[in-house]
Nanobody
């Protein structure tokens, strides 16, 4: 069974950090770009960060640049999203998605309809 599983979400206070993980099972991530999306209640799903299949290229939405860091460990078939200085507006369900693609990518071009696989999502709530 091919699937992505996210973990690491939770409730945190503003200014704190969380690290999300996205683990693939049933397939290797070696040839896949990975995108983290998020969706807040009543809002459209938006791309937050992406990383190329090699890990050499990353990109971020303006709203998280400088606070979030995406990374991957292909040996562990895992992608991470380190989220620092969290704000209440970061509250959302976070999803990882995989797109079979070799080469550089930009977050602006990563739209949900292009993704090949999705995780089930993990809730992140930032509140005092």
């Amino acid at each position: 069974q091919l699937q992505l599983v996210e973990s690491g979400g939770g409730l945190v206070q503003p200014g704190r950090s969380l690290r999300l993980s996205c683990v693939a099972s049933g397939f290797t991530l070696d040839y896949y770009a990975i995108v983290w999306f998020r969706q807040a209640p009543g809002k459209e799903r938006e791309g937050v960060s992406c990383i190329s299949s090699s890990g050499s290229n990353t990109d971020y939405a303006a709203s998280v640049k400088g606070r979030f860091t995406i990374s991957r460990d292909n040996a562990k078939n895992t992608v991470y999203l380190q989220m620092n200085s969290l704000k209440p507006e970061d509250t959302a369900v976070y999803y990882c998605a995989a797109l079979i693609l070799i080469g550089d990518i930009t977050i602006a071009t990563m739209i949900p309809s292009l993704m090949d696989y999705w995780g089930q999502g993990t809730q992140v709530t930032v509140s005092s």
